[in-house]
């Protein structure tokens, strides 16, 4: 199962601790099927990701972090998520929205009893109008950060500057390689020996904010997209 380690806990680390040492090691970040790596990164400090967070409050276990997981698929980042708050941690999924309707992480979701929302973009004419009514719902929950998880939404500046620092995405590659839509099929193309994951927060670039955590995997020989793609996620 992917165990996802939380950058909630790293800024709560941070506060907790404000001599903490500068580099961001041995973070848990589970790449693999059936283990987690325990991987060592030099991409931020303690002190870059405690700058970069907005959070209004530090979350606890008996008064966790309110979370919102944006989909578009299938939901098993969501799905990883949701089992390793089962563990007891500082933060909780409240609501689950899709801009596609009837996706399967949405019934996921529904069955981990957490609330599914589907928010067609398709309704709307223009993409600002789309996330003024997500915004609003995202109020209305009390939501306090939110996660991408395989949203396959490009985000206007608007909504990313009324979220700035409360918006993470997780992307299926080592950022800042193979950013986009497509990244297995960039990575294969370009003959990487190496593939994985990416946590880290949205600006308004295209997978372009700073990096938060990463893990790692071999690419296989004879690995396709696909198969990529799912070891990637398990």
């Not at 530090?58 to 698929?73: C, F, T, Y």
């Not at 939110?146 to 950022?175: A, C, D, Q």
């Amino acid at each position: 199962s992917l165990d996802v380690a939380s950058p909630f806990q790293v800024a709560r680390l941070h506060t907790t601790f404000p001599s903490a040492p500068p580099r961001l090691s041995h973070m848990m970040v589970g790449v693999r099927r059936g283990e987690a790596l325990r991987r060592t990164h030099h991409h931020s400090s303690l002190a870059q990701v405690r700058m970069a967070f907005q959070l209004p409050r530090v979350g606890s276990k008996i008064d966790p972090l309110r979370l919102a997981v944006l989909i578009s698929g299938s939901g098993s980042g969501m799905a990883a998520l949701l089992r390793y708050q089962n563990k007891g941690v500082c933060h909780i999924t409240s609501i689950v929205i899709s801009n596609v309707e009837g996706v399967e992480g949405l019934s996921k979701a529904q069955a981990a009893g957490v609330e599914a929302v589907a928010l067609p973009h398709i309704d709307y004419e223009q993409r600002i109008d789309h996330e003024k009514e997500l915004h609003k719902l995202l109020q209305k929950s009390n939501i306090e950060a939110i996660i991408l998880s395989g949203y396959m939404r490009l985000l206007t500046p608007w909504f990313v500057e009324k979220w700035e620092g409360r918006l993470i995405n997780i992307h299926p590659s080592l950022l800042p390689l193979f950013p986009g839509a497509h990244p297995h099929r960039d990575a294969l193309a370009a003959g990487a020996t190496i593939s994985g994951c990416t946590v880290h927060f949205v600006d308004t670039g295209v997978d372009s904010g700073e990096i938060i955590a990463q893990g790692d995997i071999p690419v296989l020989p004879g690995d396709d997209v696909k198969s990529l793609q799912e070891r990637v996620k398990m």
